[in-house]
């Protein structure tokens, strides 16, 4: 039951994750601002999550400083603010499949900072070296290739319900033609280069401050900075408005369900499972936003669509067996060491003094029994 809860809660994060971006298309669609909209959906995120960190971590949050604010700052300005607008606006220009794949990007674009910035090493010597150098090649290769080739297109059922059949909507389409694809794809890799810094600069503020604390912390600044931002591009009050209408429910469902919701599950999932078993499921929201974007946007979908999607499927799941196995080749050289060590002090000090050396009431000079020397050679 333990196990069947994990998957059941990493497939609903996935699918809230997904539906995020399909309802990014239909309210930008609609006529709003995707800089506005990822302002509110900050707003709600940062609403869920601070009762949250207050209730779950009141007792062991440290004391606030100014060293932990600067972090929230730099934080917030990659995972939230920059991350989430380069991703917003990379959907005005190409499909929502395009922009989910492109996100599984990421890992490969962290791996490839954290070699740059000697946090991570791609020791091309031992297996997992290769399995992460070839994981990284088979996802930018993906990359290029949903760039590049379009080939025939691919005819899905259709329920004759499509979402983006308004005047906005065609206006949209009107500008997705205009301007390249290229300057979405631009966007998009922006968008993984910043969370990927993220990922590497977070975990230095999780030394120093609980995980649902450090989230809230990043939501309210980002929510800042988006706002700030959002102002800059937008200053007509009547584009601010929220009605009772998609342009509510999307940043509301995106804040909660996908930032506040979506991380709490992931939390819960990485402490059970481990990072490496809550990444797995990440291509399920690439499957879900290809079916749904094609059914209900009446998105197109291209062989070379899904040979790009595959390929950077399979590069990120090579990238995170490389990593479990580096991380299990360390794990064993490591109990060896110390296997190695115990076994050279029974042998060169005697029974006597290993004796001594892991009981420390135990002196050297001290006799023991035969059943007691056999035992603590045996361990």
């Known amino acids: ?28 669609a609609d006529g709003m601002k995707v800089q506005i909209m990822v302002f509110y959906r900050l707003v709600f995120a940062t609403a869920f999550m601070v009762p949250l960190a207050f209730i779950m971590e009141r007792k062991r949050r440290p004391r606030f400083s100014w060293k932990i604010l600067f972090q929230g700052v730099i934080n917030g300005l990659l995972g939230a603010a920059l991350g989430s607008n380069f991703y917003a606006e ?33 020791d091309i010597r031992r297996l997992a070296g290769k399995a992460k150098l070839l994981g990284t090649l088979l996802g930018i290769g993906g990359a290029l ?26 206006e949209a389409t009107t500008a997705q033609q205009t301007h390249s694809n290229i300057l979405g794809s631009i966007l998009a890799f922006l968008s993984c280069a910043s969370y990927a810094s993220w990922l590497i600069f977070q975990g230095k503020m999780r030394q120093r401050y609980p995980m649902y604390s450090s989230t ?60 490496l078993y809550v990444s797995s499921f990440y291509p399920l929201a690439l499957i879900f936003v290809a079916i749904v974007g094609t059914i209900v946007l009446h998105e197109e979908l291209h062989l070379g669509s899904i040979i790009g999607s595959i390929f950077i ?19 064993t050289e490591a109990l ?17 003094q290993a004796t001594a050396a892991i009981v420390p009431e135990f002196k050297p000079d001290d006799q023991i029994d035969a059943t007691s020397a056999a035992a603590l050679q045996e361990a």
């Open 216 to 275: 809230a912390l990043m939501c309210f600044c980002g929510a800042i900075q988006a706002g700030i931002y959002a102002f800059i591009r937008e200053r007509d009050p009547s584009a601010w408005k929220l009605g009772w209408n998609i342009r509510l429910f999307t940043p509301a469902y995106a804040g909660i369900a996908s930032s506040g919701l979506g991380v709490t599950i992931i939390a819960w999932c990485t402490k059970l499972k481990g990072p």
């Open 336 to 352: 060896k060491s110390n296997n190695d060590g115990v076994i050279e002090i029974i042998s060169y000090a005697g029974v006597n």
């Open 313 to 331: 499927v399979i590069g990120l799941y090579v990238v995170l067996w490389g990593k479990a196995e580096e991380k299990r080749v360390a794990e």
């Open 90 to 122: 990379s959907l005005i220009f190409t499909t929502a499949t395009f922009s989910s794949a492109m996100s599984n990007l990421t890992p490969a674009v962290t791996i490839i900072f954290a070699v740059f910035m000697g946090m991570e090493s791609l």
């Open 1 to 28: 039951m333990a196990n069947m809860k994990t998957v059941i809660l990493m497939v609903l994060s996935q699918l809230a994750s997904g539906s995020v971006n399909i309802f990014y298309k239909i309210v930008v």
């Open 145 to 170: 290739v949903l760039n590049l080739y379009k080939g025939m297109k691919i005819n899905l059922w259709s329920i004759n319900i499509h979402c983006l059949h308004t005047a906005n909507a065609t």
